[in-house]
């Protein structure tokens, strides 16, 4: 079992930025792909970003490309999106998630076993 808490989120102006943080429990961390969704009021949670167990490979939905960072320290079981140029559109609660190895497509939602509980995040204009 692995759980995770996200922690970073808040209330920030157009523009701005901010570094969610998710630490992990569980000591095989380090072999998990990690990632990042997200869910506005009234839509379906998406994926944002993934990153291999090595910290290698980093996958990004379009509507973040360029902007969100995502980065991994498995000598500290945490993974991190670092968010800038954030706009109202980013507006969401963010979820981490865990995805043991040949389990599935790193954008695919069900293909995550282990989710956080969520920090919300808020864009003003």
């Known amino acids: 079992q692995v759980q995770l808490v996200e922690s970073g989120g808040g209330l920030v102006q157009v523009g701005g930025s901010l570094r969610l943080s998710c630490a992990a429990s569980?000591?095989?961390?380090?072999?998990?792909?990690m990632g990042w969704f997200r869910q506005a009021p009234g839509k379906e949670r998406e994926f944002v970003s993934a990153?291999?167990?090595?910290?290698?490979?980093?996958y990004y939905a379009d509507s973040v490309k360029g902007r969100f960072t995502i980065s991994r320290d498995n000598a500290k079981s945490t993974v991190y999106l670092q968010m800038s140029s954030l706009t109202p559109d980013d507006t969401a609660v963010y979820y981490c998630?865990?995805?043991?190895?040949?389990?599935?497509?790193?954008?695919?939602?069900?293909?995550?076993?282990?989710w956080g509980q969520g920090t919300q995040v808020t864009v003003s204009s």
């Open positions: 990153v291999s167990w090595s910290g290698d490979s980093k």
């Open positions: 998630a865990a995805k043991a190895p040949y389990k599935g497509s790193y954008y695919v939602l069900a293909a995550y076993a282990y």
């Open positions: 569980a000591g095989t961390f380090s072999g998990f792909t």
